[in-house]
């Protein structure tokens, strides 16, 4: 395991700086010193907001990443919820690169780890003789100016020190890249930050660390599990130590003024692209593009109105932007006028070609990103939280069997290929009352299928389902309620 990478003793020396639980820390700070009720981010401040990250409080109480909020107050009715502004964030950004760039001349953000930067501490024994009292005056400082805990790595490449990490506290200094190639390895998958259902399946495997991982074909893991699986294995191989970034760029926000109330969407689209030219440029020269557009209309009888445009994917494509953005501001009422907007432009790495050179996943990757773009226009026009889809629950009640849930991106799937062609049954939206079927030599009748159950409320259930065969070849699903003694019309199966 790991036999992939060779390592030289004349390798560069990078060091990588974590703050864990970056968010947290800064909620904290706004709350009582005593507080203790469970909290978990959220990453939008509506009733259709997505569970990011809980404490450990929260944890306890069944709330995990990725549940919906509205579900998670069900489980936990004194969670307490925190929605990270992103321009307070980027301010948080810029404190801690400022700070960082005191003890090294480059300073990057870690894209793969929320809270980390890269330190280009190349040259530096010779200021620093021991770089352990280097990584502790660090942490010293960013306790004493941010309070803020941070864990500190001084390594090889850009891949062993952001992976470990996210598994050490205190400041850890490798002294051989194997050592640093064996910490990485040991790093459980858990603390990568990694999506919540690959690594359940993972779980299943066995496969709960980065050498459990990196041991699978490359090809195997990008068919199987999530993309953030596959780059990591692809970086794994990599050996750099280089860092790109001097600084963390400004944020992308511009705004503009009027001197008269304007009501026309086409117009302020014109602003708005105006106003998005320069940022899109910065935006290029850090290989990243847009992936979320807040936006903020302050009217003229002085409210304000807050809009959430997603991308499918990052982009520096001016139609797209466009499109969205006229999709939006005609979906919404602008008889008061706007005063003064303003934007706040959240960015993302940009795609890389390399990851498409695979044919049959390139051609997924590109119906999957016309999926996506599909519902983010459907989003743009009728608001955030305007997608649902279906998911399966257990139920013995066939209507209760399935619910809905709010989604906002799809993901590569592996489906299994069934045994046997399976029926397909149509739902009404609620049942409808009809008299008795009657039966005639033409039709054949499937039943009756007897349910029973909910008897600890108010409505209980006891019926019987029929099927009853058309001419069509299709059949209509009726069932027979014997407490009110009413049939009822509950769908269709074709």
């Not at 109480?61 to 307490?80: K, M, Q, T, V």
């Not at 926000?253 to 026309?264: G, H, L």
């Not at 009640?397 to 046997?420: I, K, M, V």
Request: proline fraction near 6%.
């Amino acid at each position: 395991m790991g036999g992939v990478v060779t390592y030289t003793s004349q390798s560069n020396q990078i060091a990588c700086v974590y703050v864990p639980d970056l968010l947290f820390q800064l909620s904290r700070r706004e709350l009582p010193k005593d507080f203790q009720l469970p909290i978990a981010l959220v990453d939008r401040s509506d009733n259709h907001a997505i569970i990011m990250a809980v404490d450990r409080h929260a944890a306890k109480r069944g709330i995990f990443p990725g549940l919906s909020y509205a579900n998670a107050i069900g489980l936990c009715p004194d969670l307490h919820a925190t929605y990270p502004h992103p321009h307070r964030v980027s301010q948080v950004h810029k404190r801690l690169t400022n700070l960082l760039g005191l003890f090294s001349p480059a300073v990057e953000p870690v894209a793969e780890l929320f809270g980390a930067y890269y330190l280009d501490v190349n040259g530096m024994t010779r200021l620093e003789p021991d770089l352990s009292d280097w990584g502790l005056r660090l942490q010293d400082t960013l306790l004493e100016k941010e309070n803020l805990k941070t864990a500190v790595v001084i390594g090889f490449t850009r891949f062993g020190t952001r992976t470990a990490v996210s598994a050490i506290s205190g400041v850890v200094l490798f002294q051989t890249p194997k050592n640093e190639l064996d910490a990485a390895f040991a790093t459980p998958l858990k603390k990568l930050g990694l999506p919540m259902k690959p690594l359940k399946e993972l779980e299943k495997l066995k496969i709960r660390t980065v050498g459990d991982l990196e041991a699978f074909p490359d090809w195997e893991v990008r068919s199987r599990f999530a993309e953030p699986m596959f780059e990591l294995v692809r970086k794994a191989k990599e050996r750099d130590s280089a860092v790109r970034g001097t600084s963390f760029p400004e944020p992308y926000t511009a705004q503009a003024e009027f001197d008269y109330t304007e009501s026309d969407a086409e117009r302020l689209i014109a602003v708005i692209l105006t106003l998005f030219e320069p940022l899109l440029e910065r935006m290029k020269t850090h290989a990243q593009g847009v992936s979320t557009i807040h936006l903020r209309l302050m009217r003229d009888d002085g409210g304000v109105s807050r809009e959430k445009l997603q991308t499918a994917k990052p982009t520096l494509t001016m139609t797209t932007l466009t499109d969205l953005l006229r999709l939006r501001l005609h979906a919404i009422e602008l008889n008061e006028g706007v005063t003064k907007l303003a934007i706040h432009l959240i960015p993302g790495a940009l795609p890389d070609p390399q990851l498409n050179l695979l044919p049959a996943l390139a051609k997924t990757g590109q119906i999957i990103f016309k999926a996506n773009r599909a519902i983010a226009r459907i989003e743009a026009e009728f608001g955030t939280g305007a997608v649902f889809r279906a998911k399966c629950r257990k139920s013995h009640l066939p209507e209760d069997s399935f619910g809905w849930e709010c989604f906002d991106e799809l993901r590569h799937s592996t489906p299994t290929q069934p045994a046997s062609t399976a029926m397909m049954r149509r739902f009404l939206d609620s049942p409808r009352r009809i008299s008795m079927p009657p039966q005639t030599s033409q039709q054949r009748i499937f039943g009756p299928y007897s349910i029973s159950g909910f008897w600890w409320r108010e409505n209980s259930v006891q019926r019987n389902d029929y099927f009853v065969e058309t001419l069509s070849g299709n059949a209509q699903w009726i069932f027979y309620d014997r407490l009110s003694r009413q049939w009822y019309a509950q769908g269709f199966v074709q």
